[in-house]
Each structure stands twice: as C-alpha cells, then as structure tokens.
C-alpha cells in the first residue's frame, strides 16, 4: 500500500508536529464504536498548514499519476476527502465530484454531487482510512453511477486486517501516503513513546476491539 518510504515518514512526522494524529496509549481515547484507542487522527488539521497541505497535494498527485496515470475526474469522500480532492484535482487539471454518505433525502436525491460521465475512470480520495467501510461505500456508489474506480488513496491507514479484506473483497486496490506502522516507528524514534508503549501500541492494532478492557 505504501509506495515511497520516504514521503511516508515526512507525512507521518507532519501529522505529529500539527497534532493531527495524537498517541495516548495510557490515557486512551474511547471511538464512537465504543473502541478503546491509543490514537487520535484527525487529518482535517493538515488543510491549516499550507506547507503540510502541498506536499500531501504533490504526494497524492505523483503517486496517482505513476500508478494509474492521468483519470478522468476525481472523487472526494465526504466530509474528510472533499477539500484534499478538491486540491488534487485541481493539481491534475481534472473535474472533481464528490460522495455523500447517503443519497440527499429531497431535491435530485443525489449521492454523487458534480458532473461525470458513465464510463469514466476516477480515483477516490479519503483521508483516514480505519475499518474502509465508509470508503467502500463511496466506492460502490460510483460504481453504480457508471464509473470506473481505479483505486481509493489517503493520507492515512491504521492498517487493520478488516479494512485489507474488505478492499481485497471489493476488488479495489487501496494506497496510502503513510500508516500506523510508519507513524509509530517514528514517534519511537524521536523519543515521544517508549519501547513499552510501542509493544502496547502495536498490540491494539492487532486486537482493536478487545484492546484495553
């Protein structure tokens, strides 16, 4: 999923200077699911700094262009993958769309809002990518609007064996800019955890449900 190593680690040290992605792992957070985490990720921060913002911008550009090269329109995933395909888009020269969770409840009913053209390729853009269902979903959408989806890309992945066999079963490839693996590795390396809390980061990226009860 990750195809340059060493935009990866920039990406994941960028997330920790913003504080987009915070590791607690003895004052854990609680998910809306009722998770106990360690992590907090909220990649809309990085759209507050324009260095961070550009070099994710140029990152999912190239990584776009060398693996499936120039689409035809791009799709945000809404809220969190909007402004970013907005600004890929924008970098490529391309239409962009955008997804809803659901279908509007009035008006056209619209769950993919913009112009677009059956047949087309599109990549989807998301920001965090956890268990991949909500993307999954974006992707079906299009899919049933007569596009065809090369790939979703984001910014982030924690990496979960649930998202890796739901994209494997929906055939469609997934890539990231960088991930919980990179992102800790880092945070262990300029001393913001200990070698006891990677062990105990690293076990609830393995069993996140059962983690800390």
């Given at each position: 999923m990750i195809t340059d190593i060493d935009n990866a680690t920039k990406i994941a040290e960028f997330l920790l200077q913003i504080k987009a992605?915070?590791?607690?792992p003895n004052d854990p957070f609680t998910w809306s699911s009722g998770w106990k985490s360690p992590i907090y990720c909220d990649n809309?921060?990085?759209?507050?700094?324009?260095?961070?913002?550009?070099?994710?911008?140029?990152?999912?550009?190239?990584?776009?262009?060398?693996?499936?090269?120039?689409?035809?329109?791009i799709a945000g995933v809404?809220?969190?993958?909007?402004?970013?395909?907005?600004?890929?888009?924008?970098?490529?020269?391309?239409?962009?769309?955008?997804?809803?969770?659901s279908a509007k409840k009035h008006g056209l009913g619209n769950q993919i809002e913009g112009d677009f053209h059956k047949g087309h390729n599109v990549v989807v853009i998301e920001d965090l990518i956890s268990t991949g269902g909500s993307s999954l979903e974006?992707?079906?959408?299009?899919?049933?609007?007569?596009?065809?989806?090369?790939?979703?890309?984001a910014i982030f992945s924690y990496g979960?064996?649930?998202?890796?066999?739901?994209?494997?079963?929906?055939?469609?490839?997934?890539?990231?800019?960088?991930?919980?693996?990179?992102?800790?590795?880092?945070?262990l390396e300029n001393g913001a955890i200990s070698?006891?809390?990677l062990v105990s980061l690293k076990e609830w990226r393995n069993v996140p449900d059962q983690w800390g009860k």
């Open positions: 992605v915070k590791l607690q809309r921060k990085t759209l507050s700094y324009p260095n961070v913002r550009t070099f994710i911008r140029q990152s999912f550009s190239q990584l776009i262009l060398n693996e499936y090269g120039k689409p035809d329109v809404a809220t969190g993958g909007i402004a970013h395909g907005v600004l890929v888009a924008q970098e490529l020269g391309i239409p962009f769309v955008y997804v809803r969770s974006a992707v079906e959408a299009l899919r049933e609007g007569g596009l065809n989806v090369k790939a979703v890309v979960f064996d649930e998202s890796k066999n739901r994209f494997k079963n929906a055939k469609c490839p997934l890539k990231v800019l960088s991930n919980y693996d990179i992102l800790i590795e880092r945070s070698n006891e809390d």
